[in-house]
């Protein structure tokens, strides 16, 4: 890769809620939390079988989709939205060995070894941590389409097992 790649971000609430939820939706190993829900509704509908008392198996499939939706899906994003709003313009500089980022307050850099899997989501591009934080760059953000294909191409050398989800 020749060149570095360049890109000017300010994250709108639009893009940051599009990103985070199709990364919990369809990314996350969120279904793995099946094998929790699923014991808890059949022991729900043996004891309303049992008792006949079926109120109390609408309630308890409502309770758990509530509980559900508000810590594994609203909380994240209202989460990812409180840290994105936060920033205003960032610049980003990736080249072969790191990340620049510059902000209107501070100058960081990144090495690509911080990062331990990437996603290519059809609104944007994301990395992931050690912590399994998200680091979202909407392709909203690339200039033209040259560019968004340098960003594939140097992603998948820093991630030959880059997931796209186009």
Known sequence: MEANIEISVIYSEKEIKKAVSFYILRVSDIRNYALIVYPILIIAI???LVFRDFAMLSFIYFFIGVILYYFYYNRPIQAYLKIYMKRKRRQYCFDKDRVLVTGEEFKSECLWSMFRKAYEIPSAFLLLDDNKSIYIFPKTCFSNTQILEQMRSLLAIKFP??????
């Open 46 to 48: 043996v004891l309303s």
């Open 161 to 166: 097992d880059i997931k796209s989800y186009k």
